[in-house]
C-alpha cells in the first residue's frame, strides 16, 4: 500500500488492474454512443458501381471533344435509366443515355453532362461545351474500397459512422459492454433530496451528480442505498456492489477523523489497499483498493473533491474498462484569461472553463474554488497547478485536463 | 416562395416558423440531458448552516492568537459532534468541541483546526500556531444564496446541474419536451440495410444517419417507412408525418430530374413553400415548406449533401424547437492546416476537423469532399467558404460552423 502517491501513480495502479469488461453485438441504431470492439472492414466498395451524380445524359466524353456554342453536338438518346435500375443498351459513339442521379453508368458512357446545360428535343440533345472523360461520375470506391478498415477497434460510434455502416450493410455492431459503476454514499448526515430538510444534516448530491456522470462518460450507473457511517453497514454494501458492478465508488469517511470507517470496512471484506491519498487539492483523500479483480474507488464525501478525483481517477479507469483506445484525460494548453490570488503549496486543481477567442485557447477560472458546485457547472476543464506555484497572473500559459465538453463553450460570443 | 436563397436566409425562415414545441416534469436522474423550460431558484442556501470543512475540533480563534510551539494553548474538550448530528454546548473561553467534515459549528467558535495539526489527551486538546476566525469553516450560502437562479430556462442539463439541484432538494425539474422529427427516404433505388444486395440499388444510409444525428442533438427521430419515387406515396407518407411528429425530413427527389416528384408530392398535401435551393454546395437542393403550422425540410438523396443542409439547416430549427437559447451553429476560425485545390465560383462547406496545438485552433480539412461519407467520420467542422473564393492555401485563417464534438479532437496527441 502506497501513501500520498502523485496523481500519474494514482492513474497508472488503477489502469492496471482494469481491462475492458466484455464485448456484445448491438443494431446499428443501438450503437450509437458505444465504443467498437473488432476492427470493422467494408464488405464491398461503395459506391459499388460508377453512378451518376446528378440527373442528366451519360455520354462518351471523346464524342464531345469538339463541342462548342457555334458548333455543338448532338446526340441521339437511346435509353432512360431510374435511379435502381440498370441500363440495358450501351452508350455508342453519336448516342446518349438519359440517367438519373445515383443510376449506374451505362457501358461505353464515361461522363455525364446534367440537365440544365443541354436542351433535349425529337429525341436528340445539344452539347455546346466539351466535357472531361469521369465529369459527372461518382466512380467506383470513391468513398469506401472492399477490405478497407472503415473503424478501429476502441472508437465510439457517432452519427457519421452509422450512416457509412448503413451504406454497407453492416446491421449488427461489435461493441464492448457498458461499464457497470455502483456507487455508495456514506454518512448519517445524508438524506435524499425528496425528504424533509432537518437540522445538520445535507441532501446526498453525490448520489445524482455521479450517477449522471457515469451517463455522461458512457458507464451505467448501479444505485445502492446510502449507509450510515458505520463500518459493518458499509461493508455490507461494499459486498453488493462487487456482484452488480464492474467498479465500485464510495463517497464519504475517507478523511482523517475517528469516525472515517472506510478503511476498516475494505478490511472486513478483505479488500487490498493500492494507495491511500493522492497528491492534489482538493481530492486528497482517495482511497483505491481491490477485490474479486474489481478496483474499489473510495472518495471525499465533499461532492467538489469526489468530483474531482472521479474525473481525474475513476473516469479513465472507466475508459479503459470500456475500451476505449487512450484512457487518460485529454490535456490542454491556453492563456489564463484571469489570475488566481493564492499560492499553491501542493499540487492544486482549479475548476475553469475553455474559452475561444480569435482562435486563441483562453482559459477562465471559476469565480469560486473549494467546497462549490454552482460554481463549477459550467466548467470543462481542471487547471493543473504544479506544487509549489505562486499565485497565478492573467495572461499567463496554463495546462488543465479537459473533463467536460468544450461544445458547451460556444454558445457564448466571441 | 423564394429561389435560391443565402444560407441566413434559409435559416431565418426556418425559425421564423418554429417555437418551443412544449414542456413537461421530469424526474432529476431523467433531466440529464434536457433543456430546462423554467428559471430554477435556490429553495434555500447551499450551505444552510456553517460546517466543518474537515475532521478537527471547533475553537474560538481568540483563544489561540498567542499560540506557539513554544507556547502552546491548551483547550479543553466538552463535546463530539459527528457529521448528521447537532452540537448541544457552545464553544466557551478555554473550551473546544470535536467536529466532523460537515458538522454545524457549534454557538461560540468561530474556526476550527484540523485533527493533523493538534495532540488530543486526557479531554484536552494542544494547539500550537494561531488561527484566523473563519478558517477551517464553510460558511452558510458559499456556494449558494437562497432565491439565487440556479439554471437559466434555455439552458442545458448536465450532470454538475444535477449535483446542485440534488444539494438544493429539486427532484422535479421543468423541462422542455424532446422534438420529435420524421424521417421519410424516397427513392426507388433504396434498400434496407438488412436487404440482399442488388445491382443499381443502394443501402438507404439517410435513415440511420439522420436518425443517430437526431439523437446525438437530442431530438427523437419518427421513422416512417421508405417511399418510391411517386408522388401518392410521398404525399400518404407525409400526411402521416405531420400527425406523429414536430419537424418532417424528406432525403431525395429534390433535384431537377423528371423523377424529382418531391414539389408535386408537397403540393398534393398543400404545403407551402417557403423557399427552394440554398446558395451552398454541396447541399443546394433543399425545400423548405410548412403545412399546420409544421416545418417540412425536404432534402437531396446524396448523404453527405443531406446531412450537410441537416445540420445548417434542420439542426437550428432543432435547437429552437427543443428550447435552447442559441440556435444558431456556433462558428470557429482557425488556421488551415492544409489547402483547397479548387476555386469555389458558388459558397462552399467543406468537411473539417479541428485540432488543437499548441493551444491554436488548426483546422484540417477532410481528406475527400463531395459524395463521401466516411472520409466525414472523424470532422466536427464545415469551413464555410465564400463565393468567389480562389483555391486556399495552408496557414490561411478560415471560419468553420462546430457541427459535431470538439471533444472528438483530443484524443489525437499535439
Request: net charge neutral; proline share 6%; aromatic share 4%.
Amino acid at each position: 500500500m502506497k501513501i500520498n502517491v502523485s496523481l500519474e501513480e494514482a492513474q497508472e495502479l488503477v489502469l492496471s488492474m482494469v481491462n475492458p469488461v466484455g464485448e456484445t453485438v448491438v443494431s446499428l441504431p443501438a450503437a450509437l454512443g458505444r465504443v467498437i470492439s473488432r476492427d470493422l472492414i467494408a464488405p464491398f466498395s461503395e459506391p459499388s458501381f460508377d453512378k451518376s451524380a446528378f440527373d442528366g445524359y451519360a455520354v462518351r466524353a471523346g464524342d464531345t471533344r469538339s463541342a462548342s456554342s457555334a458548333s455543338p453536338v448532338v446526340l441521339q438518346v437511346i435509353e432512360e435509366v431510374s435511379a435502381g435500375s440498370v441500363p440495358v443498351k450501351k452508350v455508342v459513339p453519336g448516342c446518349a443515355i438519359r440517367i438519373m442521379t445515383g443510376a449506374p453508368l451505362p457501358e461505353g458512357a464515361d461522363a455525364v453532362v446534367p440537365f440544365e446545360d443541354v436542351e433535349e428535343a425529337l429525341g436528340s440533345i445539344v452539347i455546346r461545351r466539351p466535357l472531361a472523360a469521369g465529369s459527372g461520375v461518382i466512380p467506383t470506391g470513391n468513398d469506401v474500397l472492399e477490405g478497407e478498415v472503415i473503424a478501429r477497434r476502441g472508437r465510439r460510434v457517432n452519427a457519421l459512422l452509422i450512416g457509412v455502416l448503413a451504406s454497407l450493410g453492416i446491421t449488427r455492431v461489435p461493441v464492448y459492454d457498458q461499464v457497470r459503476v455502483a456507487i455508495i454514499n456514506t454518512g448519517s448526515e445524508l438524506l435524499d433530496p425528496s425528504e424533509k430538510r432537518q437540522l445538520g444534516k445535507i441532501y446526498v448530491s453525490n448520489r445524482y451528480l455521479l450517477e449522471a456522470r457515469c451517463r455522461e462518460v458512457g458507464a451505467e450507473p448501479v444505485y445502492l442505498e446510502g449507509v450510515p457511517d458505520e463500518k459493518g453497514a458499509i461493508a455490507g454494501s461494499l459486498k453488493k456492489a462487487l456482484e452488480k458492478a464492474d467498479l465500485v465508488i464510495t463517497t464519504g469517511g475517507t478523511s482523517a477523523g475517528r469516525y472515517d470507517v472506510i478503511k476498516e470496512a475494505l478490511s472486513i471484506i478483505g479488500a487490498q489497499i493500492l494507495f491511500s491519498r493522492v497528491a492534489i487539492k482538493p481530492g486528497k483523500s482517495v482511497i483505491a483498493s481491490h477485490k474479486d479483480e474489481k478496483i474499489i474507488l473510495s472518495l471525499a464525501g465533499n461532492p467538489t473533491a469526489a468530483m474531482v478525483t472521479f474525473d481525474l481517477v475513476a473516469v479513465p479507469a472507466i475508459k479503459r474498462m470500456s475500451g476505449l483506445e487512450d484512457p487518460l484525460l485529454p490535456v490542454v494548453t491556453g492563456i489564463l484569461a484571469g489570475g488566481f490570488p493564492s499560492t499553491s503549496p501542493r499540487r492544486r486543481l482549479l475548476m475553469a472553463r475553455w474559452k475561444r477567442q480569435n482562435g486563441l485557447g483562453l482559459i477562465e477560472l471559476a469565480g469560486k474554488q473549494g467546497n462549490v458546485l454552482k460554481s463549477s457547472i459550467d466548467c470543462n476543464l481542471l487547471v493543473d497547478v504544479p506544487a509549489g506555484s505562486p499565485p497565478l497572473a492573467a495572461g499567463q500559459s496554463v495546462a488543465a485536463f479537459v473533463v467536460g465538453n468544450l461544445n458547451d463553450s460556444l454558445s457564448e460570443d466571441e
